[in-house]
Nanobody
């Protein structure tokens, strides 16, 4: 059974940091590209960061230089280190596993709120 479970969200002040985790099971994690998306109220879901099976990363312009995506294939977990958070980063953050010719696997999301 496939499971994708995000954790680590919460309330943080502007300028603060959070580290999100996404634990996966039920598929060959190391083969999948893992991504973080976010969706703010009234907005479309957007790609934040992705890391390929080989470790290549890419980021949206809005988070480049502030967020870092990483993965631990031994733990079947992908992380998103978020620094210098601002209110515009407030959203539900989702983890997605992607592999060509396979279904995408999504988690249920973890809420990040940046507010003073």
């Amino acid at each position: 059974q496939v499971q994708v479970v995000e954790s680590g969200g919460g309330l943080v002040q502007p300028g603060g940091s959070l580290r999100l985790s996404c634990a996966a099971s039920g598929f060959t994690f190391s083969r999948y590209t893992m991504s973080w998306y976010r969706q703010a109220p009234g907005k479309e879901r957007e790609l934040v960061a992705a890391i390929s099976s080989g470790g290549t990363t890419n980021y949206s312009d809005s988070v480049k230089g502030r967020f870092t995506i990483s993965r631990d294939n031994d733990k079947n977990t992908v992380y998103l280190q978020m620094n210098s958070l601002n209110p515009e980063d407030t959203a539900m953050y989702y983890c997605k596993a992607y592999l060509t010719w396979r279904p995408d696997y999504w988690g249920q999301g973890t809420q990040v709120t940046v507010s003073s």
